[in-house]
């Protein structure tokens, strides 16, 4: 279309509007149906409020279905998305985010829909799931069926998902487990603001993102680390070395954190020339990584030198049943994002091992 065409287009529709190319949707919905073949993923439509449902026989040509935030657009799905599929003689996929349902909503769901993505565990145990809140002493991953020991009792299943995550790891010096929230911090997003306009350290260069979200809040950073260039993400390389209020101590280490009832400052040790100095400051940030919690489970499963357990995309580990999911496994980038996708495989793998697959 032309400026001029464009522009009687915007004094003849109403506000808001959606404009659809449906041969560049057509293009874009090929090039995702190759991405399906050569994975073997499964790619669905994120509905919207308005679900352009005259689109649907479209793109049940190429996807695999929908997700739905609400009723409604369940409905759609298994009603405008399946004929096409169907047609293909393919099964619909209708997933749904579970909001606080009536009652008397649940059949209608249970029928439109073949996974519930719930937003708490109340909403899970409505449809019959059973929580238990443990702590697990002793798992047995290789028995028929599995075992798990926890300070509940015994509980028994023929599939387990490990799900226990990652913590910062602690940088090891006198006092640190004591001055935690009292100036010693591990996340600049959660922390950051307490220190506007104040002096931070921040401690190890793996994750530079914290240091320059700190210095956006506070009037001084800091940087130490132990070698001379940084190892973090290289798009934050510039920006950081930019900023007038951060300064870089290479080939330093802290050996002391300087308090009296709050952290007052850090010393630092020059690793090749063994002197020492003293930093004055308002907090600290440690970055030095994160440790997985798979103590409980590396003697049974395969772990990598960080103690991750491995585990493809398909979060399938070396044993069969046993599932691992979100920080606790191996995987290039660990955010939200990728720990719900691996849920979701998770939840995959284990109906088929059940069903009788590998």
């Given at each position: 279309?032309?400026?001029?065409?464009?522009?009687?287009?915007?004094?003849?529709?109403?506000?808001?509007?959606?404009?659809?190319?449906?041969?560049?949707?057509?293009?874009?919905?090929?090039?995702?149906?190759?991405?399906?073949?050569?994975?073997?993923?499964?790619?669905?439509?994120?509905?919207?409020?308005?679900?352009?449902?005259?689109?649907?026989?479209?793109?049940?040509?190429?996807?695999?279905?929908?997700?739905?935030?609400?009723?409604?657009?369940?409905?759609?799905?298994?009603?405008?998305?399946?004929?096409?599929?169907?047609?293909?003689?393919?099964?619909?996929?209708?997933?749904?985010?579970?909001?606080?349902?009536?009652?008397?909503?649940?059949?209608?769901?249970?029928?439109?829909?073949?996974?519930?993505?719930?937003?708490?565990?109340?909403?899970?145990?409505?449809?019959?799931?059973?929580?238990?809140?443990?702590?697990?002493?002793?798992?047995?991953?290789?028995?028929?069926?599995?075992?798990?020991?926890?300070?509940?009792?015994?509980?028994?299943?023929?599939?387990?998902?490990?799900?226990?995550?990652?913590a910062?790891?602690?940088?090891?010096?006198?006092?640190?487990?004591?001055?935690?929230?009292?100036?010693v911090?591990?996340?600049?997003?959660?922390?950051?603001?307490?220190?506007?306009?104040?002096?931070?350290?921040?401690?190890?260069?793996g994750?530079?993102?914290?240091?320059?979200l700190?210095s956006?809040?506070?009037?001084?950073?800091?940087?130490?680390?132990?070698?001379?260039?940084?190892?973090?993400?290289?798009?934050?390389?510039?920006?950081?070395?930019?900023?007038?209020?951060?300064?870089?101590?290479?080939?330093?280490?802290?050996?002391?954190?300087l308090?009296?009832?709050?952290?007052?400052?850090?010393?630092?040790?020059?690793?090749?020339?063994?002197?020492?100095?003293?930093?004055?400051?308002?907090?600290?940030?440690?970055?030095?990584?994160?440790?997985p919690?798979?103590?409980?489970?590396?003697?049974?499963?395969?772990?990598?030198?960080?103690?991750?357990?491995?585990?493809?995309?398909?979060?399938?580990?070396?044993?069969?049943?046993?599932?691992?999911?979100?920080d606790?496994?191996?995987?290039?980038?660990?955010?939200?994002?990728?720990?719900?996708?691996?849920?979701?495989?998770?939840?995959?793998?284990?109906?088929?091992?059940?069903?009788?697959?590998a």
């Amino acid at each position: 279309m032309t400026e001029a065409e464009w522009a009687d287009m915007e004094r003849l529709l109403p506000t808001p509007c959606y404009v659809v190319d449906e041969a560049l949707i057509e293009e874009n919905l090929k090039i995702l149906k190759g991405v399906m073949d050569r994975t073997g993923a499964r790619i669905l439509l994120a509905q919207k409020a308005f679900s352009m449902y005259a689109l649907y026989p479209l793109i049940g040509e190429y996807l695999c279905g929908a997700t739905a935030s609400g009723l409604y657009e369940a409905r759609l799905c298994a009603e405008e998305m399946a004929k096409p599929l169907r047609a293909r003689g393919r099964k619909v996929e209708n997933h749904i985010f579970s909001p606080a349902y009536k009652e008397a909503e649940f059949r209608e769901i249970l029928r439109c829909c073949d996974h519930i993505v719930f937003n708490s565990w109340k909403q899970a145990e409505r449809f019959g799931a059973k929580s238990e809140y443990a702590e697990v002493s002793r798992l047995n991953l290789r028995a028929d069926p599995k075992v798990l020991e926890t300070s509940e009792g015994t509980f028994y299943g023929k599939t387990v998902v490990l799900a226990s995550g990652a913590a910062p790891r602690e940088l090891g010096v006198a006092k640190e487990a004591e001055l935690a929230g009292r100036g010693v911090a591990y996340c600049a997003a959660c922390d950051g603001a307490f220190y506007r306009g104040k002096t931070v350290v921040v401690v190890g260069g793996g994750n530079s993102a914290d240091a320059l979200l700190l210095s956006r809040i506070a009037k001084n950073v800091i940087l130490v680390h132990r070698r001379d260039t940084l190892r973090a993400t290289r798009i934050y390389h510039q920006p950081l070395l930019s900023r007038e209020n951060v300064e870089f101590r290479w080939n330093s280490t802290v050996t002391e954190l300087l308090h009296h009832d709050h952290l007052t400052g850090v010393r630092l040790r020059d690793m090749i020339t063994g002197a020492e100095s003293t930093v004055e400051c308002d907090g600290v940030f440690i970055s030095v990584g994160r440790k997985p919690a798979s103590d409980l489970v590396k003697d049974q499963l395969e772990v990598d030198r960080g103690g991750y357990i491995i585990a493809d995309e398909t979060t399938k580990t070396a044993i069969p049943g046993v599932y691992a999911v979100g920080d606790v496994r191996t995987k290039p980038l660990r955010q939200i994002a990728t720990a719900i996708a691996d849920g979701a495989a998770a939840v995959h793998m284990a109906e088929e091992y059940l069903a009788g697959g590998a």
